[in-house]
Nanobody
Framework: VQLVESGGGLVQPGGSLRLSCAAS????????MSWYRQAPGKERERVAI????????NYVDSVQGRFTISRDNVQNTVYLQMNKLKPEDTAVYYC?????????WGQGTQVTVSS
């Protein structure tokens, strides 16, 4: 089982990035898939989640309306589209898969929002 994030980088305030989380060893449609982030000196927080059945989504208030989580079952990949980025979005972003007592994490990808 493996989750590999990609797509992070340096972007100016107001810009956009799309993060990808490629899964292997399981199917993303069978798991609740979520994105977390952790900024220096802060606790890790869940940013967005998409459920397995039905694909309902939920976001932390600070990103509502700017970020979109989606899932491609053919590519077995989960995405996080991030628009109107702010300096406070700077963090390491992690992908997580959860099903019953099982949970898997990716290694993280750095997102830096700065002019």
């Amino acid at each position: 089982v493996q989750l590999v994030e990609s797509g992070g980088g340096l972007v100016q305030p107001g810009g956009s990035l799309r993060l990808s989380c490629a899964a292997s060893g399981f199917t993303v449609s069978s798991y609740a898939m979520s994105w977390y982030r952790q900024a220096p000196g802060k606790e890790r927080e869940r940013v967005a989640i998409i459920t397995s059945a039905g694909g309902s989504t939920n976001y932390v208030d600070s990103v509502q309306g700017r970020f979109t989580i989606s899932r491609d079952n053919v590519q077995n990949t989960v995405y996080l589209q991030m628009n109107k980025l702010k300096p406070e979005d700077t963090a390491v972003y992690y992908c997580k898969a959860t099903r019953l007592t099982y949970q898997y994490w990716g290694q993280g990808t750095q997102v830096t929002v700065s002019s």
